[in-house]
């Protein structure tokens, strides 16, 4: 009689199971990673800088439009855009001449008419003594008195055109009003200005 063994059927699910676990068996353990290099320091206590990155604007406190009282071609500019001017400083130059000779001839009528004024007043007191003397009439005497007091208002109208003409001549140097920092150049050398126009030449910020 022959002996009979037991046989066993392994199931397909059961074989890759049994062949996996022989894998990971055989697989070799991972490396250590290398080692990371550290620098020591001594511990110590300090001031040290704090910066803060924002988004931010800038208001000036002052804000001044400097413009031309007075009508001309530029002729320099002394200035650069973005730069800090000092009060008085000059800033443009306007052609001098039509002023310049708009002074001389005031001055020239001021000096006729100073003239003409010292003549009627030597005119006016040899009257007075004329009339008392009977030798010129009342009318005569009061019509030079007219004349020259006529003469004297002339002279001061005069007066006052020299010192206009003397400010027109000093507007040809536009200054900055006040100090800071100059903005956008908005009237370059060779441009025709008007007096007193709307459109700056420059705006100045503190």
Do not use: H, W
């Amino acid at each position: 009689m022959t002996p009979r063994f037991p046989t066993y059927r392994l199931r397909p699910a059961a074989l890759l199971l049994a062949l996996a676990i022989a894998s990971c068996a055989k697989a070799k353990k991972p490396s250590a990673p290398p080692a990371v290099p550290v620098l020591a320091a001594a511990v110590e206590t300090r001031d040290v800088p704090l910066d803060a990155n924002a988004v931010g604007r800038v208001d000036p406190f002052a804000t001044v439009a400097v413009r031309s009282r007075v009508g001309g071609p530029i002729v320099k500019v002394t200035f650069r855009e973005g730069q800090d001017v000092r009060k008085d400083e000059l800033l443009f130059e306007i052609d001098r001449r039509t002023y310049e000779v708009a002074l001389q001839v005031s001055l020239a009528n001021l000096e006729r008419d100073r003239a003409r004024a010292r003549e009627a007043d030597e005119n006016a007191k040899r009257y007075d003594q004329l009339v008392k003397k009977d030798y010129v009439t009342k009318e005569q005497a009061s019509q030079t008195m007219s004349n020259a007091e006529a003469l004297r208002a002339i002279v001061k109208a005069d007066e006052g055109d020299v010192a206009n003409a003397r400010l027109n001549l000093s507007y040809c140097s536009i200054t900055a009003p006040t100090p800071g920092r100059t903005g956008s150049l908005l009237v370059n050398a060779g441009n025709l200005v008007k007096a007193n126009d709307d459109k700056p030449l420059v705006v100045i910020n503190q």
